[in-house]
Structure formats: structure tokens, C-alpha cells
């Protein structure tokens, strides 16, 4: 595999690929060479037919600190928007149609928080560190934070968060929303992580990418144009093999085994 500076990619189990990011020194602060790799090694999973879930996690200490301080304090305003800064990061939310399982330990601060947020689903550990603090920069969220939390929480929640650059906790982030689960060590945090990434692998990969699919679109259309969507991807799923290996197998009484096509 790839030698990265910032990152670690490896396959803890038969299906699932994993990326740990790898800058402890900064506690994983987001620069750009880290944002680059991240990408490479998520689109490298995308194309892999080894892969089926991706879980993306950093160390104990922290999931990420945050976009890179000290690299963005210099930026100009021309520089950020003729390169369009920060817009690669969220590349990959288009690009990889894997589902992503963000396991939060720590530190999700600022541009970390976000990062979480455009992963598919989030694990967190009670005592995970959750916020936007861009305005103690006086700055704002940049990475999508204003929008993908005001969608997760609601708009006086995440208006308050937004403006006071509080913290939430991984307890916080569970009962609202923001986390599926919050569990009580890292240990179990990373363990129910590979075993929810287990389970998925075991399914269709096709299904379980048009399962993303479905489920993303409720964040952009209304409900309508959402469930009409939804039932077009099903009917399309007909034409699949494992729709008809998943349904004889049921009848059946048999495990399927899935052709992934
Ligand atoms: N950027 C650059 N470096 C960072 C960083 C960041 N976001 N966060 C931490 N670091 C560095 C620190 O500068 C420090 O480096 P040195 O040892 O060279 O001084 C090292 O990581 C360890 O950090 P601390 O000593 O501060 O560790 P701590 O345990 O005392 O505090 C913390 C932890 C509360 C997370 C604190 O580091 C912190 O507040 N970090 C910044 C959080 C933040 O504001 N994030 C938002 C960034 S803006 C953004 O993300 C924009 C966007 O929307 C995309």
C-alpha cells in the first residue's frame, strides 16, 4: 500500500477499509497535504472491489483539531477564493459512494466537526469533543459546519453552538442526532465501529451503495421528489443479481451469497 505522511490506510477486516489520519503532533489539524491524502486514499477504496465500507478515525486524543491554524492565518481573501479553499475537502462526499463511518474520539473541533459531519454516519465516545470555535478566530465555519449541523440539530441549537463556539460532547452529540451511538470507552467506540462496519460488508456491495445513495438525497430534495427518487433506485435494483441471490436465498432458507452485481 501507498506510503502517506499525514494518513494511515489499512483493512481490518475481509471488506473493510480504513483510514486513520496521522498528525498527532498537530492533534490531526487538517492541512492541506493531509486533505490531499485523505482524498487519494478514500477514491483508492472507492475503486477497490475489496472494499465494501470505509471507516475513517483518528487517534483517542483527537479525530481532528480543526483546519490547519497556523497554514490558513497568512491566506488572503483573493488566494482562498480564487483556489477555492477548502472546497476539495468535501470531494469526496460526491466522489465516494462507499458509505463512511466516522469513529469520533476526542477532538472533533472546527473544520473536524465538519469533517465527521460529511461522513455517512458518526460513532463517537461519550467524551468526544464536538464544536465549531471559528468564531473565538474571528472567522466562521468553512467547511459546510453552518449547514450540516443546522440540518442535524436544527437551527436554534446549532445557531447557539455556532455563535458561542461552545463544545458539545459525544453524550450531546448522540441525543441530538449529530452521532448514531456514543459509547463509553475507545475501546468500544473502535470495536462497535468494525462490527457495524462488519455487518454492512456483508451485504450486496450494490445495495449498500444505493442505500447511501437513497439516504443522502433526503438531505438535498424535498420529501416528494426524495421518495420518488428512492423508488426509481428500487425499481432499478431489480435489475441486479443480488437482488434475485437475496430474495431465493430467503425463500430458501440459505445465507445469500452475494455476486456484488
Ligand atoms: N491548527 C494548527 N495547529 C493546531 C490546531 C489547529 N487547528 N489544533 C492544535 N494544533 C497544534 C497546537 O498548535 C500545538 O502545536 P505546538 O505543540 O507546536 O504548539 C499542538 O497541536 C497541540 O495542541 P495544544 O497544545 O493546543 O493541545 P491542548 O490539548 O492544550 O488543546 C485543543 C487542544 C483544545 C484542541 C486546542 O489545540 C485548540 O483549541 N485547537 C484549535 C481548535 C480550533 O480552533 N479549531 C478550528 C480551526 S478553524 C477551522 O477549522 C475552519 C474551518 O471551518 C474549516
Not at 179 to 190: G, K, V
Request: net charge neutral.
Amino acid at each position: 500500500s501507498k506510503n502517506f505522511e499525514y494518513i494511515q490506510v489499512s483493512q481490518p477486516k475481509p471488506g473493510v477499509g480504513q483510514v486513520t489520519l496521522n498528525r498527532p503532533k498537530a492533534l490531526n489539524a487538517l492541512c492541506t497535504p493531509l486533505i490531499n491524502e485523505l482524498n487519494e486514499a478514500l477514491n483508492d477504496f472507492n475503486a477497490s472491489d475489496d472494499t465494501t465500507v470505509i471507516i475513517l478515525t483518528g487517534s483517542q486524543k483527537a479525530f481532528a483539531a480543526g483546519a490547519d491554524i497556523k497554514e490558513m492565518a497568512p491566506l488572503t481573501f483573493s488566494e482562498a477564493y480564487t483556489k477555492s479553499f477548502i472546497e476539495s475537502w468535501s470531494s469526496f462526499t460526491t466522489q465516494v459512494k462507499k458509505p463512511i463511518i466516522a469513529a469520533v474520539s476526542g477532538h472533533a473541533l472546527g473544520g473536524g466537526c465538519e469533517l465527521a459531519m460529511m461522513c455517512d454516519l458518526i460513532y463517537c465516545t461519550e467524551t468526544a469533543n464536538f464544536g465549531q470555535p471559528e468564531i473565538k478566530l474571528g472567522t466562521i465555519p468553512g467547511a459546510g459546519g453552518s449547514q450540516r449541523l443546522t440540518r442535524a440539530i436544527g437551527k436554534s441549537k446549532a445557531m447557539e453552538l455556532v455563535l458561542t463556539g461552545k463544545s458539545f460532547s459525544g453524550t450531546e452529540a448522540e441525543k441530538w442526532g449529530v452521532a448514531a451511538r456514543a459509547f463509553p470507552t475507545y475501546e468500544a467506540l473502535m470495536e462497535e465501529t468494525l462490527k457495524t462496519a462488519e455487518t454492512i460488508a456483508g451485504y450486496s456491495r450494490v445495495a449498500v451503495q444505493a442505500c447511501k445513495e437513497v439516504v443522502n438525497k433526503s438531505q438535498d430534495l424535498a420529501l416528494r421528489d426524495g421518495v420518488e427518487y428512492e423508488r426509481r433506485v428500487f425499481h432499478g435494483l431489480f435489475g441486479s443479481q443480488d437482488q434475485k441471490i437475496g430474495m431465493k436465498a430467503f425463500a430458501e432458507k440459505k445465507k445469500a451469497e452475494w455476486s456484488h452485481s
